[in-house]
């Protein structure tokens, strides 16, 4: 497809500044495919994006149901957005179920897109209709398109090898090929794509190209396709940008943390939704010296990560809710061995297995506490996919530095989520390394011998000579390290531990404050980064005084959050949980808010927290 | 085992802490046995490591003049794994016990041994709970009355030899505290292996679980109940090496050499990768009651899980080139924007 065919044949296209575009299907339809793939070719456009996958536990749940429905949102701008969107412009439906299950969330006047070929009796009943919704006026708010993908794709793969059955395989690239001459995307980069990953002559590769091409002239021929829209690059700050998802992000800054550091990079792991593909992302890179152990359990992916921690390494373990809980023990031991390890919890739904697919922020208070003993260790935060590079990074530094295990808390959705990236000068990342200690002569060397100023202890490894040195659970003493039950000492190693932590507030930025001077402060962390900035945003420019601060840094908090909570009347706090940032704040400073809580495994929407804040503002709320 | 004088003594490898166990305690002549051996090798002190759980024996370490560490309850063998694959170039000991190996750390230890990480895993068997003072193990013989089982236990045992073949082991060896000498030769023989090792020690519990390997240790029976494995001689033992070992359809059993001729006796082999002959040594008795094997059950070579990595590695930069961070990043399409 030259772009000379795409100017000759198209009407001129309607000028819109973003769009929100859900594809929807069934989860074999190849949904996330082709969400990814219009992804790519509007990020290599220029646009700004934001995406949200999301998709079912199960890996096929029975065809056709609205349990089975896989979906991808992506938001699409010539500004620089924050968010995938709070509600879909256009969805694309692929069967029934996608349909129903998506039909509430579109902008009413939103345009859909229909598989015609799924509304058949069968498909209707599994989806719980029981009547056709194309033609019984269920859809007369929403512009609706619809065209029979199935038999347009066999028709137009018939050439290409693959038979029967299969050919319908190849929809879900009809369907992006129309997306893509409706939202003026060029298909080269899919076709390039397609080729680099199923070979350019294989009967695959040829049928996806073959739907694809046919998808996108069905839209040139067809005239109820001829409004078209067309959305400008965004004008983000100069540089070289990439998609990036936040899990991949999160492995980079790990590595980029290793390299600044001057350690080799250990990662024990055990596989769990949603943050398997840091271990996969992390294994590609051997040729690094990486080290990845995939561990016969959550214990010991912690397990393992602490043993390389104690042999020299910058060791991570990455693991969700309920692995966060299986670590604890061993979290405890790094804690009292005072070795650095970098522990990534990609929160999701909880209690127990609750919704492993899916985003909440319900770990900050067992981040913070779920430890036994008196125990304490800094959690680091992630603001969105593009922060997680600088997150991982931060973990690291302060897990060398302070010689202390760390959480980096991330979520379900910054996971799989992505963004544009502006890419960093990787020359210009501190230099983050501590050094190994060295020791001689032939006084005892002391592993406890603490740093005045961080409190931080040296770090000795195994072969080298004149330090050997045992670390354990048990009480050491203040020195020496060796065991130690007298009263006093106890006393004095559970005040330092408590201290050195404390002391890390003297070396992290402090909280800004966005806006200055409003009557409300917002005050997030996480991933509701976005959400947040975006209502804030929209209720200045309405003219209102409301200002968001927002938390990289949890435990410590940055030294002004005190003094900067106390210089408001009104404190609002969106979590996606029922409060634990506020409870934090109330045992801390003794600061109350007003919490804005939602817990339905999805994020948090702009539009509802802008409600909120304009509900406060009328003193609707408590 | 090394027999030259080397720059160690056994003192070398004493720390100043004072040792804590209960007199008279099977650990004392181990630790003794460990730091004789160490001090005979030609390998720097410093690289050496020794990782334990919790339990008695898991105080080792803090004994040990090397690098150490006393972690968790039973996870020995996974923050072990940790330490010898992110270092392949050290020694790692790991010091467990029937409860915390076989109990809450089942899982790690028999991962770590299908694994074949370079670990050299010392398995301290005494039949009984002995830092909590006195409750059944994994390996307490059924029946056997405790606090917590006053009735007797109905708790069946474990047979560590077994369940470690059952992983499939590279390399498995018993042997019994109070024969120093052969303690020594097991350890020497687990050092040399490259991969996971396993050496269970029978080891007495003078004050929970005294007497519990009576039949292997008292003069009037330990020479009729003591298989000896030595590799490539016919399993032969008793005091006039009346006894032997012969393999039927069923398994391997004891016999009198003279009912059988001793060319039909069997020829220990610890280098057969099948390792179901092992298992049917391992079966001839459950728990120190009666003929029980001692020796290296298995001793096959298997790349070792870190020299595997390392190999990955080596191939990877090969192939990808060393890591270049910078090309990671741009490795999924770039835009610039002016």
Redesign the interface.
């Known amino acids: 497809m030259s772009d000379d065919t795409l100017t000759e044949s198209r009407p001129v296209p309607e000028k819109i500044d973003d769009v929100v575009i859900r594809f929807a299907g069934d989860s074999g339809d190849g949904m996330q495919l082709v969400g990814t793939q219009f992804t790519s070719s509007s990020a290599l456009f220029g646009n700004d994006l934001a995406t949200l996958p999301d998709f079912p536990a199960e890996i096929r749940a029975p065809q056709g149901t609205i349990g089975g429905v896989s979906s991808f949102q992506v938001h699409i701008a010539d500004w620089d957005i924050l968010t995938p969107g709070d509600r879909p412009d256009c969805l694309v439906a692929m069967n029934p179920a996608a349909l129903k299950a998506n039909i509430d969330d579109v902008v009413p006047g939103g345009l859909i897109l229909i598989n015609s070929d799924a509304f058949d009796e069968r498909n209707l009943a599994k989806a719980g209709y029981e009547d056709n919704p194309l033609e019984n006026g269920a859809l007369e708010n929403f512009k609706v398109l619809s065209a029979p993908m199935e038999d347009l794709t066999k028709e137009a793969v018939k050439d290409s090898g693959v038979k029967g059955r299969a050919t319908l395989r190849s929809k879900n690239f009809f369907a992006l090929g129309l997306m893509s001459w409706i939202y003026t995307r060029s298909i080269d980069p899919v076709i390039e794509w397609s080729n680099g990953k199923f070979g350019e002559d294989t009967p695959v590769g040829t049928a996806n190209v073959m739907a694809l091409k046919a998808g996108y002239n069905y839209g040139i021929t067809t005239e109820a396709f001829h409004h078209t829209f067309e959305i400008d690059p965004a004008p983000l700050p100069a540089g070289e940008y990439t998609n990036v998802v936040g899990n991949v992000a999160t492995a980079w800054g790990l590595m980029a943390a290793a390299e600044h550091a001057e350690l080799a990079l250990f990662l024990g792991s055990y596989p769990i939704t949603p943050a398997t593909t840091i271990l996969e992302e992390l294994a590609r890179h051997r040729n690094f010296g990486v080290k990845t152990f995939q561990a016969e359990d959550e214990i010991a992916g912690v397990g393992t990560a602490l043993g390389a921690s104690f042999a020299g390494s910058l060791a991570v373990t990455t693991t969700s809710g309920p692995g966060l809980a299986l670590k604890s023990e061993t979290l405890s031991l790094a804690l009292i061995m005072e070795l650095p390890l970098v522990l990534v919890d990609v929160q999701r739904g909880g209690p127990s297995t609750g919704l492993p697919t899916k985003v909440e922020q319900s770990d900050l208070m067992f981040a913070m506490y779920g430890r036994h003993g008196e125990s304490p260790l800094p959690i680091v935060s992630t603001s969105a996919p593009s922060d997680a590079f600088d997150a991982a990074f931060e973990a690291a530094r302060i897990a060398i530095k302070y010689m202390t295990p760390v959480i980096l808390l991330t979520d379900g959705y910054i996971a799989t989520s992505s963004e544009p990236w502006k890419l960093p000068d990787l020359k210009e990342l501190p230099d983050i390394s501590k050094g190994y200690a060295t020791h001689e002569g032939d006084e005892a060397f002391l592993p406890y011998q603490r740093d005045e100023d961080t409190l931080s202890r040296p770090w000795a490894i195994p072969g080298q000579p004149g330090m050997e040195h045992r670390l354990g659970g048990l009480e050491k003493d203040a020195t020496s390290g060796n065991v130690s039950y007298v009263p006093q000492n106890h006393e004095d190693m559970t005040f330092t531990r408590q201290e050195k932590i404390a002391r890390i507030a003297n070396d992290i930025p402090e909280v800004e404050i966005h806006g200055g001077g409003g009557e409300i402060l917002v005050l997030g962390w996480g991933s509701t980064f976005g959400a947040i900035r975006t209502a804030v945003n929209r209720v200045q420019k309405a003219g209102h005084s409301v200002d968001h601060a927002h938390l990289r840094h949890i435990n410590p908090f940055p030294k002004n959050l005190e003094e900067v909570l106390g210089s408001y009347d009104t404190i609002l706090v969106p979590e996606i949980n029922l409060g634990q940032l506020s409870k934090l704040i109330r045992a801390e400073f003794g600061t109350e808010s007003i919490g804005y809580n939602r817990v339905m495994g999805i994020p948090m929407r702009a539009r509802d927290i802008e409600f909120k804040i304009l509900e406060v503002l009328e003193g609707g709320a408590s | 085992m090394t027999t030259e004088k080397t720059r160690y003594d056994r003192s070398d490898f004493q ?1 100043d ?1 004072e040792v804590r166990w209960c007199p008279g305690c099977g650990d004392y002549t181990i630790l003794a046995a460990v730091q004789s051996y160490l001090a005979s090798l030609d390998i ?8 334990s759980g ?1 339990g008695c024996s898991s105080r080792f ?2 004994y ?9 309850h039973g ?1 020995a063998p ?10 392949p ?2 020694t790692v000991w790991v010091i467990t016990g029937d409860g915390d190996g076989l109990s809450i750390g089942g ?2 230890l028999i ?1 770590a041994l299908r694994r074949n990480v370079n670990l050299n895993i010392i398995l301290f068997n005494n039949q009984i709970y002995g830092l909590t003072k006195g409750q059944f193990s994994p390996t307490s013989e059924l029946g056997k009355k405790t606090k917590t089982s006053p009735m007797g236990s109905i708790d069946r045992p474990f047979n560590p030899v077994s369940l470690a073949l059952g992983s499939e082991a590279s390399f498995v060896a018993r042997t019994i505290d109070m024969d120093r000498n052969h303690t020594i030769k097991m350890l020497s023989a687990m050092y040399e292996h490259d991969g996971s090792g396993l050496l269970e020690i029978y080891q007495n519990c003078n004050v929970f679980n005294d007497k519990a390997f009576l039949d292997l240790t008292d003069k009037g029976t330990r020479d009729g109940n003591r298989i000896w494995l030595e590799d490539g001689e016919p399993i032969i033992f008793g005091a006039d090496d009346e006894y032997g070992v012969t393999f039927d359809g069923q398994g391997a059993k004891v016999v009198e050499v003279a009912g059988v001729g001793r060319h039909n006796i069997h020829v220990h082999d610890a280098a057969n990768p099948n390792p179901s002959v092992a298992f049917a040594l391992s079966r001839l008795a459950h728990g120190p009651y009666g003929p029980t094997p001692l020796g290296v059950f298995r001793n096959v070579p298997v790349p070792s899980y870190g020299r595997m ?1 390392e190999q ?2 080596a ?3 090969d ?5 270049d ?2 090309k ?3 490795s ?7």
């Open positions: 720390t802490q720097d002190r410093e690289k050496h490591v020794f990782v919790i370490p803090y040990m003049n090397t690098y150490g560490m006393h972690t968790v996870r996974a923050i072990a794994s940790g330490v010898a694959t992110a270092n170039d050290l899982n790690h991962h990595l990955h590695i191939q990877a930069k192939k990808q080139g060393p890591g961070l910078s990671v990043i741009r999924r399409g770039t835009w610039t924007v002016e």
